[in-house]
């Protein structure tokens, strides 16, 4: 008589104690991970901190912000912002912060990591063309820029359109909706890091618009000027965010921000063994 597949089962779990189980949290008994002092699935490995996500936002509601976000704008007020050394001047109408009387940026620096989100809506009706028409802009540590701009059926120069670095390196593609929709930028940004007042390391930035990949992995070539070439200088590993009041009231909601590390040479170990 042949064994039957559950009496198969279970001889094989006794052949192999180191099966996985639904409980197991890893192992001891593996190779180590190249370079670092993990097993391949350490059971002592830390475990990743919980948090609580936030929800997307909708036309007819604002997204919010994960649990361990500092949260610059949830529809209520300005607290987290100035315009140059005294309140911002931006105006907060039915839960929208509106651009005008000049740029603002956060009391709070951040960095040299982090992950920003926020949601902006074009005027409308449409005005205008090109840099004329829903013009804004955010600046991660005040100087480099990502664009804002309605370019839903509206042409610019490429490196001045949204999602763009600025003055530098178009969108890999024009995600835009129409004035009047919600959008939202998702950045990832790696801030530059100095030594003895030089380079030492680029900044280097990805980009989601609307849950679409236009910028990933862009190493910037300094800071975004306008008619000129951007350059580096040497700055704190943090600084503020700053929203560019361009003349068009940009409405912007759901603005949180995450500072995040980067893997660390323990972490990473000494990475993949390349054939010569």
């Given at each position: 008589m042949k064994p039957t597949l559950p009496l198969l089962f279970i001889a094989s779990l006794a052949a192999n104690p180191f099966s996985t189980r639904a409980d197991d949290l890893g192992y001891t008994d593996t190779p180590i991970i190249p370079g670092t002092k993990w097993h391949v699935h350490d059971s002592g490995r830390p475990q990743p901190r919980i948090?609580?996500?936030?929800?997307?936002?909708?036309?007819?509601?604002?997204?919010?912000?994960?649990s361990d976000a500092v949260v610059l704008f949830n529809g209520t007020d300005l607290a987290a912002w100035k315009s140059g050394g005294g309140e911002a001047k931006w105006k907060v109408v039915d839960g929208d912060a509106v651009a005008g009387g000049g740029d603002i940026q956060t009391k709070e620096n951040f960095g040299p990591d982090f992950q920003?989100?926020?949601?902006?809506?074009?005027?409308?009706?449409?005005?205008?063309?090109?840099?004329?028409?829903g013009n804004s802009g955010v600046f991660l540590f005040g100087r480099?820029?990502?664009?804002?701009?309605d370019n839903y059926e509206n042409k610019t120069y490429p490196d001045g359109q949204a999602t763009a670095i600025y003055g530098y390196l178009p969108p890999q593609v024009n995600a835009s909706r129409k004035p009047g929709e919600w959008q939202a930028y998702d950045i990832i940004f790696e801030g530059p890091r100095f030594k003895d007042g030089k380079l030492e390391k680029?900044?280097?930035?990805?980009?989601?618009?609307?849950?679409?990949?236009?910028?990933?992995?862009?190493?910037?070539?300094?800071?975004?000027?306008?008619?000129?070439?951007?350059?580096?200088?040497?700055?704190?590993e943090k600084g503020p965010i700053k929203l560019q009041d361009h003349g068009n009231p940009v409405r912007y909601r759901n603005i949180w921000i995450r500072e995040i590390q980067m893997p660390s040479p323990e972490d990473i170990g000494s990475g993949p063994v390349i054939p010569k």
């Open positions: 948090i609580t996500p936030g929800e997307f936002g909708t036309a007819q509601k604002a997204g919010t912000a994960p920003l989100h926020f949601e902006w809506t074009a005027p409308t009706p449409a005005k205008g063309n090109g840099q004329g028409r480099y820029e990502v664009q804002v701009l680029p900044a280097i930035v990805t980009v989601l618009h609307n849950g679409i990949v236009t910028q990933n992995h862009t190493v910037l070539i300094g800071d975004t000027p306008h008619r000129a070439v951007g350059t580096y200088h040497a700055h704190p």
